[in-house]
């Protein structure tokens, strides 16, 4: 219990370390990445404490620690951390990967004014996902739910003298906000059921609503809820209609995007539905909506991934299949897989980032067609980069393959046949895309303009080096040992821990599919055995359409331009021209006018006063006479 | 210290009356003492302000740091009886702030600067007396004594917006305030003297709020009257708190007006409208309060999408903010209407939270308007480079705006939510659209108006000097605090809001 308790030191001490930078970081300069790397290593090593802590206490066990924050109206709301093998597992990838970058960002960055800007809101960063992952109520996780958007917000803008991040990071915000409308909706409604933001309370009772006991939730109120929260996870998880952002976040500096936009932020919409895992089981049609989203997100992403040529962009559309994986093994109650896939790719594409970052430091771009033959000239980066590829496209004993098993045998499990020709198509799909970037990068002929790239500085390529590690050896923690630890199936479990096991066959046809991409894609892009031109001239029409996205910014933009935009204009002239020269001006116009007619009887002449006394008094004694004599 | 407690109340008020009128008195050119003279009585109205709200016993509730003085006697019984409860206690805060922030953002006021800090005093005197007496009559009259000096403050000081197709004089702006603000009173004043003779028929005519609402538990406002009269507080001070569709004097207000007088306009003033239906219409008449809570609901989410979706439109910078005004006030008629507690707790701590937060983005957009003088966000682009700071400053305040977690409008806002929620969940859904649609023109602005690469013609700004960083910063700071830490504000309100309600039915 004790050590557990520690957990909430490490969101503190990045987040002073932010206040600290913010307050003396612009006088010291090397003072931020100082704070910032050290309030992450206190993190790394609390990490082990709490690990320490849950293993004493149950390995597989569930605690809430809570403090009250503020109460209104009788309401207490809460402060508090919830401890249980899911947010171990994600603390440590978030402050293994922070730590990494953090250390990577010391060399890519060291020429950048804003150094202590950057590492201000890295800290932050830091401090508000590990928020994410420990909150234990709705409430505390919408907040800060929300600051990781805020720092994903001015990460991506961060060169903001340029036109483009600042556009780029308007759009992930806003994208991402009209997705968080609906999870707050969710939240307010299971809040409004529940009559608490606690998440223990939540589960307890959408556990009785599935178990067809009496719960405070009825069945319509928490599929409309679960649904909605799905929405809000699908908005940051960028899946398909959200994702247009997270391909223009690339914007920002690539660490960030190894970092946010890879390997944490991103996967926290995974998360929300891993850890409301319990309220998604109430109501299984739910789950199938999330596997559907999942599947042809992975799918489409996949595709633009293949046809793309600026390298960040193909990692940024990887994640979103990958992430669409992710959700699909989510919706067929594969919550292990998903857990251990969104580690893997976490260390994979974290690695792969930083490498394409080490490429873009040294080369001074971002598209393949220009690269070529890095190999010879920078070979740590080439063989980490590899690594992360390989573990990517599912080859044997990398991370990835492990866990797309994994996610496999769940698809096969619980969804039908069209599922896992989908997801085994993604699985090649993803090799090749992976194969054709690692190549087109590396192999070929070093071009002359490319003459003078050498390999990154040593605090670029350790960091690569030590993600490399995890990404080849993450995948055996599928085998439990013989002292306590049983597998990967027996620590991350929802409800039923299970073993680890393996389907030959799906296993098989899955390694022929990857081992054949990674086969073909040197033929194709490199010796060019193949005639890819031919190819493409035959594809046109569906290269054009996956090159363009779908056209999904195009219909955004058309719709924000054409209904938002004039709509508001719209409403806003109404509000003058209406509302304020018809509503407000008219009565005083029209006042004004007729006073102005009726002083026109102020002539001033006594004869025609006379005549209107005479007048007037013929009138009124007529009445008279006709009402009352008559 | 007990004594000074009994007068706690008057200084507040005597503070800047005493240093409005004396300042009448200083000699025109000397510019100098008139400033330091004019910050040393708000300096001395904020600490008060500051002493009371820390002193205000939340155990206890109820009306604090009272004391009564008889004006009138039999048979109109006037008192001239003040004290502060839950809720007005941290309205006396924010105004003490926000006039201590405008007095520094209006240093270097060149043109009449005497009878622009003689106003401005009479002004906030105005507010703070509506905010702490507990006499209907007086609370009128600080009330009328509020909105007038706007008249003068606008049309001497203010500015006008000329877009070629779209004009808006600075003298225009100034009479359709006042005569808006006057139009709501004389439905206040209806509705006060109607009180006044329903108590005197029930045998002891009164002004006084605690007896009025003393009675009103005794039945004597019977249902009928409740419901008749109730709509005369609702509009009249509705008008001025920006109720749908009576709110556009206050875009065109806050827009002509100098930024001090925005600040506190939009700031302070607009709170009085909704303290006012606190006040007296839900205090004294709470079965009319239950039967027009529904239109007042649906109005309020009108202002909030009505003026969220306006400030997508807008060119002008305070055009933008003016109706995001309109948009929030619009949450804070939500949250009354909700007449649960969580909801009018929300909507007291917006109240709290957006007058703030307007002050820093008033204040800000003067900042800016002083060195470009322009406020079109179309010319204005990349100023960023050349004004950090400033631009910083007003992120927050836009951040606050949409409700960013960690910033105090978001615990508002929540509170709201939920508040809604219970009454109307398609209401308390609209209303998140609408806080979306602020993080869509908020974001639009930061990023059309400040960031992207910047214009040669804005090579030679310069960015705020201590005096407006750091009165600024301090405003970002309570927002930051109020944020992170809302409950020393939030049990104070939670006492205030409870003594409300003990009346209504959960």
């Known amino acids: 219990m004790g050590l557990m308790e520690l957990a909430w030191i490490i969101p503190a001490s990045s987040f002073f370390a932010f206040v600290g930078i913010i307050a003396f970081g612009r006088r010291i300069p090397f003072v931020s990445p100082m704070l910032s790397i050290g309030a992450i290593i206190v993190g790394c090593i609390l990490v082990f404490v709490v690990v320490m802590g849950r293993i004493d206490a149950d390995p597989t066990g569930i605690d809430f620690f809570s403090r009250k924050w503020f109460e209104v109206g009788g309401t207490e709301l809460m402060l508090g951390m919830i401890i249980d093998p899911l947010s171990i597992v994600m603390l440590g990838l978030v402050c293994f990967v922070s730590l990494m970058v953090q250390v990577y960002s010391l060399s890519y960055m060291r020429h950048d004014p804003k150094l202590a800007w950057y590492y201000a809101i890295h800290a932050l960063f830091a401090a508000s996902m590990i928020l994410v992952v420990l909150a234990d109520n709705f409430l505390l996780f919408y907040v800060a739910w929300e600051l990781v958007g805020l720092c994903s917000y001015l990460l991506i803008g961060f ?80 899946q398909i209609p959200f994702h247009v952002w997270l391909p223009d976040a690339m914007a920002g500096p690539t660490p960030v995007s190894a970092l946010i936009h890879a390997a944490t932020m991103v996967v926290a919409g995974v998360y929300l539905v891993a850890r409301t895992f319990a309220l998604f089981e109430a109501v299984p049609n739910v789950l199938l909506v999330v596997s559907i989203v999942g599947l042809v997100t992975s799918l489409l992403a996949s595709t633009m991934a293949l046809v793309n040529t600026d390298l960040k962009r193909i990692l940024a559309y990887s994640t979103i299949s990958h992430l669409g994986l992710m959700m699909l093994s989510l919706g067929a109650f594969g919550y292990t897989a998903a857990i251990f896939h969104l580690v893997a790719h976490g260390f994979s594409k974290a690695l792969l980032f930083l490498g394409a970052g080490s490429v873009s430091h040294a080369s001074n771009q971002t598209d393949i067609r220009k690269m070529g ?81 050498s390999e990154s500085p040593i605090l670029m390529t350790a960091p690569l080096i030590l993600l490399a590690i995890p990404s080849l050896l993450f995948g055996f923690s599928v085998f439990g040992s013989d002292e306590g630890y049983g597998g990967i199936g027996r620590f991350i479990f929802f409800e039923n821990a299970h073993d680890f096991h393996f389907n030959v066959l799906l296993g098989s046809i899955s390694v022929i599919l990857a081992v054949v991409a990674f086969g073909i894609s040197k033929p194709l892009y490199i010796t060019r055995k193949f005639d890819l031109n031919r190819i493409k001239k035959y594809f046109s029409g569906l290269i054009r359409i996956c090159e363009r996205g779908y056209y999904f910014d195009q219909v955004y933009e058309w719709f924000f331009d054409r209904i938002v935009l004039v709509s508001s204009r719209f409403i806003a002239w109404l509000d003058r021209a209406v509302v304020n020269d018809v509503g407000v001006n008219g009565p005083a116009n029209s006042m004004g006018w007729t006073a102005s007619k009726l002083r026109l009887h102020v002539t001033g002449k006594v004869y025609n006063y006379a005549l209107v006394m005479v007048l007037g008094s013929m009138i009124i004694g007529s009445v008279w006479w006709i009402m009352v004599a008559g | 210290m007990d004594n000074f407690n009994q007068i706690a109340l008057i200084f507040i008020l005597a503070v800047p009356l005493f240093t409005g009128g004396a300042l009448i008195f200083f000699p025109r050119n000397k510019i100098g003492a008139i400033r330091t003279f004019a910050l040393a009585g708000s300096l001395l109205t904020f600490l008060l302000s500051f002493y009371v709200f820390v002193m205000y016993d939340y155990h206890e509730g109820g009306y604090q740091f009272v004391g009564s003085i008889i004006w009138l006697m039999d048979p109109l019984n006037i008192q001239f009886s003040f004290g502060i409860d839950g809720i007005s206690a941290p309205m006396i805060l924010l105004t003490g702030i926000v006039m201590l922030a405008g007095t520094m953002m209006s240093w270097n006021i060149e043109y009449r600067s005497k009878d622009f800090f003689v106003l401005f005093m009479f002004l906030v005197a105005g507010v703070l007396g509506t905010f702490s007496v507990t006499d209907i009559f007086f609370l009128f009259f600080f009330y009328e ?81 409740q419901l008749i009269f109730f709509p005369f507080f609702m509009i009249g001070f509705g008008v001025l708190a920006g109720l749908w569709p009576f709110h556009t004097w206050s875009p065109d207000g806050h827009v002509a007006a100098p930024t001090a007088v925005s600040m506190i306009h939009a700031g302070v003033l607009m709170k009085l409208g909704a303290y006012g239906i606190i006040r007296i219409g839900m205090t004294v008449l709470p079965e009319g309060a239950s039967g027009w809570m529904p239109l007042l609901i649906g109005l309020g989410t009108v202002n909030v999408l009505y003026g969220a979706i306006s400030a997508m439109g807008q060119r002008d910078l305070k055009y933008v903010i003016g109706y995001s005004s309109v948009s929030h006030m619009g949450l804070v008629l939500m949250g009354l209407a909700t007449l649960n507690p969580i909801g009018v707790t929300g909507a007291v701590l917006q109240m709290f939270s957006h007058g703030i937060m307007t002050a820093l983005f008033f204040a ?143």
């Open chain 1, 159 to 238: 060169w903001w003298e340029k036109r483009e991040p600042v556009e780029a990071a308007k759009k992930a915000f806003i994208t991402t906000r009209i997705a968080d409308v609906a999870l707050l909706v969710g939240i307010l409604l299971l809040f409004h059921e529940v009559g608490t933001f606690s998440m223990k309370e939540t589960f307890y009772q959408a556990q009785l609503l599935g178990a067809g006991e009496v719960s405070e939730l009825s069945s319509g109120t928490t599929m409309i809820a679960t649904f909605l929260l799905f929405i809000g996870a699908m908005g940051k998880s960028a």
């Open chain 2, 364 to 506: 800000v957009v003067g900042m800016i308007y002083e060195r470009t003088h322009t406020r079109d966000i179309t010319i204005l682009g990349g100023i960023a480079h050349r004004m950090p700071f400033t631009v910083i400053l007003f992120a927050v305040a836009g951040l606050t705006s949409l409700g960013l977690p960690g910033l105090s409008g978001f615990i508002a806002e929540i509170l709201i939510f939920v508040g809604v929620f219970k009454t109307s969940i398609f209401l308390a859904i609209l209303a998140v659209v609408g806080a979306a649609i602020t993080a869509v023109y908020v974001l639009r602005l930061l990023g059309k108006a400040f960031f992207g690469p910047m214009d040669s013609k804005w090579e030679t700004l310069t960015d705020g000097g201590p005096r407006e960083l750091i009165t600024n910063g301090l405003l970002a700071g309570i927002i930051f605090f109020v944020g992170l830490w809302p409950m020393p504000l939030l049990r104070v309100i939670n006492s205030g809001v409870a003594e409300l309600l003990a009346r209504y039915p959960i």
């Open chain 1, 373 to 453: 033959g890095f190999i010879k000239v920078m070979p740590i980066t080439a063989i980490t980069f590899g690594i992360g590829a390989l573990s990517l496209g599912g080859i044997p004993i990398f991370a990835g393959f492990w866990s797309k098993d994994e996610i496999l045998i769940a698809v096969f499990n619980h969804r039908n046949f069209l599922f896992l020709i989908g997801t085994l198509f993604v699985g090649f799909l993803s090799a090749l895309y992976m194969a054709r970037a690692f190549y087109l990068v590396f192999f070929g002929d070093l071009k002359n303009e490319n003459k003078s790239v």
């Open chain 2, 145 to 225: 004594l509020a909105v007038l000096p706007m008249f003068p403050l606008i049309a001497v000081w203010g500015s006008t917006t000329d877009f070629g197709s779209f004009l808006r004089t600075k003298e225009y702006s100034a009479m359709k305030l006042t005569l808006y603000l006057v139009a709501g009173s004389v439905l206040v004043w209806i509705g006060i003297i109607a009180l006044f003779i329903e108590t005197t028929n029930a045998g002891a005519g009164t002004f006084s709020i605690e007896t009025l609402s003393q009675m009103s538990e005794d039945g004597v406002f019977s249902r009928k009257f």
